[in-house]
């Protein structure tokens, strides 16, 4: 089932600071957040593991709360790079059959 | 080497052509991944590999069909496709077919006439 992500578009100037959100409706085993320039593939950024575990770059913060089915990611001190299109991907188990499932997106513009 | 690469870069090709696309990594990881992406839009994946075995076909159409002629290479090959598959081919691979990052590779723009 599609995680629902929040919001869709978010317009920031330069230096100020943006939270996603992606919830699921589903019990989640892991939560990934990828970024994806206009004509690019999508980058990794992060993943947050149930039970506490969280990888990914220095400059990226993100949360998991299991209980809620809730992942934000935070971006602080916007710079024009972080523009694109951010995507959580919502991991339904650690089985064999493990797959990720991508909400929709947030479309970031950062102005000068 | 963070590096997947794919080719071609754009597909034209008529309805009833066969095609096929290319996807190469050399970071040793055992799952390779095929996701479609239509514009302004998320991701949808097709298939997984792991480990060279088909582990998750995502009920994609039989004119797709997916090869891993082994753990660096994945193909795709295309036969008899609609104007509706008409989008971006994504390869990913990742450590193992698990909660492990995936690493992208620029996908195949692919027009179909």
């Known amino acids: 089932q599609q995680p629902v992500q929040s919001p869709q578009a978010v317009i920031l100037r330069e230096g100020e600071d943006a939270v996603i959100n992606c919830s699921s409706s589903?019990?989640?085993?892991?939560v990934h957040w990828y970024r994806q320039k206009h004509g690019e593939a999508p980058v990794f950024l992060m993943i947050?593991?149930?039970?506490?575990e969280q990888k990914g770059h220095d400059k990226i913060s993100a949360s998991f709360n299991e209980k809620k089915q809730q992942s934000s990611l935070y971006l602080t001190a916007s710079q024009l790079s972080y523009s694109g299109t951010y995507f959580c991907?919502?991991?339904?188990?650690?089985?064999?059959?493990?797959?990720?499932?991508f909400g929709k997106g947030t479309l970031l513009t950062v102005n000068p | 080497d963070t590096e997947v690469t794919q080719t071609p870069k754009h597909l034209v090709m008529g309805m009833t052509n066969k095609k096929s696309l290319k996807c190469e990594q050399h970071?040793?990881?055992?799952?390779m991944y095929w996701y479609k992406q239509k514009a302004k839009k998320p991701p949808e994946l097709m298939f997984v590999?792991?480990?060279?075995?088909?582990?998750i076909n995502e009920s994609v159409p039989s004119r797709f069909s997916p090869e891993c002629p082994n753990s660096s290479l994945l193909n795709l090959h295309l036969h008899a496709l609609q104007p509706e598959d008409s989008a971006l081919y994504l390869c990913?691979?990742?450590?193992?077919?698990?909660?492990?990052?995936?690493?992208f590779g620029p996908g195949t723009r692919l027009t179909v006439t």
């Open positions: 589903k019990a989640l085993y892991s």
């Open positions: 991907g919502t991991g339904n188990s650690g089985g064999s059959n493990y797959k990720l499932t």
């Open positions: 970071m040793g990881h055992r799952a």
């Open positions: 990913a691979s990742s450590q193992e077919a698990s909660y492990y990052e995936q690493y």
């Open positions: 590999y792991s480990y060279e075995k088909l582990s």
């Open positions: 947050l593991l149930k039970g506490g």
